[in-house]
């Protein structure tokens, strides 16, 4: 296998290799820090590369290989979205205002990976308090999307996306509050799982929107994040919206398939807006579901035109937040991001809690939809992943969102590829479960990346 | 009580920031004006009479709580 070719292997076959002697964590570390020292300084993924860390963690993961007690990730890299915690490396939130903070300990997810014997490589770009975008000026240079260097790679978990997409590690961690970790995997070709609400941890995270803010694996494939949420999931009482629902086995039935499942297309609110290019590419995607045997039919959620209503609860939760830093340090804060979260100071008591009330009812109808068919499934985005000369417009607006909705009612989420654009850039679907059914969302999407290649092409990028 | 305009108009979101204490540079009040707008139009839309109001703030799982612990619904 070429070095190019080990730089974008999983999960399983990074295993294997460590634990018959073929490659070891140190050296694939070493060649993964050298990638990054080529590359990044084009894609601008990395915060924070923490090579000394890497190696010390590479040289722990070949001491337990050699004991033979290592785990599924001992040895895998990772890095970390920079919204996540990690004791004495600093964590920026991609803001002037925490560019200096040094946390005196890790986020739960960072340690239960760490645990798990992962090799942090370093911290990764995140759109200001994951949701400004860094105009030109800000402190931290945007990531670049590597299919096309002018193209943002979405956000916020945007060095996540990027990183991932060029082989600059192997798994990371993006935070999800109205689609930031599906927005990157669907605009760089990745994969990309916001679990279930309580699913996992988000203590130590830095907070967006509290009753909206997932946690959730980035990879490349729906298999990379079943191994990786195998370690994440579990209950947290430092997480006050943690669940106490026991943990599946998310790998078990991985390759289970789909035939006798029923899948569901939910046609009305999702397609609107959306490109042309994509619609296509998502038919052929439910279609590739239906050769390999599951039941496809179309379904209609009726509250769902009322999910726009999530910036409702978003803004004036992020606005609760930053309220005070917002109002004594404005200048800390980015053009637009800073009159963003100000709108959420415009709304008034009665219209949150209609928000939340509305909230209800998408919740309600979409469990009710999900007693029909087991997953549901989307378009990820409206269309490929736009230039950065157009979402530096200051006046750009919100796009409507497909992603939302499923903030919105905290079911399990996966974004994966479907095919690419014709100007060569990746296109995504998602695949929606019942509330803590991972399991089967991850088997849908494993089944699906088993019979199509899109997850294994490999955007323009050598070092 | 008038019913209120689908849309949020620029005067009315000048009108919240002022009450609000928030100084929004006038360049931007119409992208303020497009958040809320799009926020605001399915609350707008609404018939407030016809949806079921939100569930109990506060659930008790007895086996948690007889412990001394806290677990909100998920």
């Not at chain 1, 998408?362 to 029909?372: F, G, K, S, V, Y």
């Amino acid at each position: 296998m070429s070095a190019d070719e080990l730089c974008y292997a999983g999960i399983r076959e990074l295993g294997g290799l460590f634990r018959r002697r073929e490659l070891g964590p140190v050296d694939y570390a070493t060649d993964l820090l050298r990638r990054i020292e080529t590359l990044d300084k084009t894609l601008n993924a990395y915060v924070t590369v923490t090579a000394e860390r890497a190696l010390a963690d590479a040289r722990a993961a070949e001491t337990a290989l050699a004991r033979g007690d290592a785990g599924p990730l001992t040895g895998i890299p990772i890095a970390y979205k920079d919204l996540y915690a990690t004791r004495g490396i600093r964590t920026t939130a991609g803001s002037a205002l925490l560019a200096d903070w040094v946390p005196d300990a890790d986020c739960t997810c960072v340690a239960r990976l760490q645990r798990a014997g992962m090799v942090m490589l370093g911290k990764l770009i995140t759109h200001e308090f994951a949701f400004g975008i860094q105009f030109p000026g800000h402190r931290f240079p945007p990531a670049r999307n590597p299919w096309n260097l002018d193209h943002i790679p979405g956000g916020s978990s945007s060095g996540s996306g990027a990183a991932l997409a060029a082989g600059l590690t192997v798994g990371s961690l993006g935070s999800d509050t109205g689609g930031s970790i599906r927005g990157p995997a669907a605009f760089c070709g990745i994969a990309g799982l916001k679990p279930t609400y309580g699913r996992v941890s988000r203590a130590g995270v830095v907070t967006l929107s509290w009753t909206l803010d997932h946690t959730g694996p980035m990879a490349r494939s729906a298999e990379d994040c079943a191994f990786m949420l195998q370690a994440l999931a579990g209950h947290d009482p430092a997480d006050p919206a943690s669940a106490r629902q026991p943990v599946a086995d998310y790998l078990a039935n991985l390759e289970g398939g789909v035939k006798g499942l029923r899948v569901g297309v939910v046609r009305d609110y999702f397609f609107e807006q959306v490109e042309p290019e994509t619609v296509a590419a998502f038919e052929r995607a439910v279609g590739e579901l239906g050769r390999l045997g599951a039941t496809v039919r179309d379904v209609t959620i009726p509250s769902m035109h009322a999910a726009p209503s999530f910036m409702v609860i978003l803004l004036a939760e992020a606005f609760a937040y930053h309220e005070r830093d917002l109002r004594e340090r404005p200048e800390l804060y980015g053009p637009v991001l800073r009159e963003k979260l100000m709108a959420g100071g415009l709304f008034r008591a009665d219209e949150y809690v209609q928000a939340q009330r509305l909230r209800s009812q998408i919740r309600e109808d979409t469990a009710r939809t999900l007693q029909a068919v087991d997953v549901l499934v989307t378009p990820t985005a409206l269309g490929p992943a736009p230039p950065f000369r157009v979402v530096l417009d200051p006046d750009f607006p919100f796009a409507k969102s497909n992603m939302g909705p499923f903030n919105v009612t905290g079911l399990p989420t996966l974004a994966l590829p479907t095919g690419f654009s014709t100007t060569g850039l990746p296109l995504s679907f998602q695949i929606s479960g019942r509330p803590f059914d991972e399991a089967t969302v991850l088997r849908v999407g494993h089944a699906y990346q088993r019979a199509t290649d899109w997850h294994r092409r490999r955007p323009p990028v050598r070092a | 009580m008038p019913e209120l305009p689908p849309d949020v108009t620029l005067d009315e979101v000048k009108e919240r920031a002022r009450l609000a204490g928030l100084p929004i540079p006038l360049e931007r009040l119409s992208l303020v004006r497009g958040f809320l707008s799009n926020a605001l139009k399915p609350i707008r839309a609404l018939d407030s009479r016809a949806v079921r109001t939100v569930e109990p703030a506060v659930i008790f799982h007895a086996e948690v709580d007889a412990k001394g612990g806290a677990e909100s619904g998920s």
